[in-house]
T-cell receptor, first 112, second 112 residues
């Protein structure tokens, strides 16, 4: 069973603070992704990675950094959290292109 | 600019009816089109997918119809059941790279 584990599952952060969302996959997948979900906007890609030690910008990278220290782990970093970054964040993984993307259970981030 | 568009935004049908969800895309390089469904407070999960080598993909009560010339596809759910009530996301990607572009979703409600 494909597994993508996110931590924390929910977090309240203060404006201007640093937030790190972690993701771990046991699928032996090359690709990992961070998506953001807001009501009415579907899923939007923030950053992705297809190999360890390398990350790529997605469609909405501003205000976010990513880190892929190993094939299994992928982190999303908000250096200066803002109110507009309140959302649900999904980590996901997949093998090669054109294959199923497996999502984690999501992290609900509230910035106050 | 939205690369993947979905309509309608929400849809209500009665149990036993056929629900039709529409999707269109801009980028002609897309060659992989999965549909994901998401139940409240859960993560998206793959429902069914199609590649342009065929114009139809069937899996039980779920069928994708694909029109490459018009860059349109639709998901037909026959004999709709209350348990089908969810948000359905059309996505597009390529078989070269892993990331998917998602539409904003169609919220389907099936009444008994």
């Amino acid at each position: 069973e494909a597994a993508v584990t996110q931590s924390p599952r929910s977090k309240v952060a203060v404006t201007g603070g640093k937030v790190t969302l972690s993701c771990h996959q046991t699928n032996n997948h090359d690709y990992m992704y961070w998506y953001r979900q807001d009501t009415g906007h579907g899923l939007r890609l923030i950053h992705y990675s297809y190999v360890a030690d390398s990350t790529e910008k997605g469609d909405i990278p501003d205000g976010y950094k990513a880190s892929r220290p190993s094939q299994e782990n992928f982190s999303l970093i908000l250096e200066l959290a803002s109110l507009s970054q309140t959302a649900v964040y999904f980590c996901a993984s997949s093998g090669t292109g054109g294959t199923e993307v497996f999502f984690g259970k999501g992290t609900r981030l509230t910035v106050v | 600019q939205q690369q993947v568009r979905q309509s309608p935004q929400s849809l209500t049908v009665w149990e036993g009816e056929t629900a039709i969800l529409n999707c269109s895309y801009e980028d002609s390089t897309f060659d992989y089109f999965p549909w994901y469904w998401q139940f409240p407070r859960e993560s998206p999960a793959l429902l069914i997918a199609i590649r342009p080598v065929s114009n139809k993909k069937e899996d039980g009560r779920f069928t994708i119809f694909f029109n490459k010339r018009e860059k349109k596809l639709s998901l037909h759910i026959t004999d709709s059941q209350p348990g089908d009530s969810a948000t359905y996301f059309c996505a597009a990607g390529t078989q070269v790279v892993g990331q998917l572009t998602f539409g904003r979703g169609t919220r389907l409600q099936v009444y008994a």
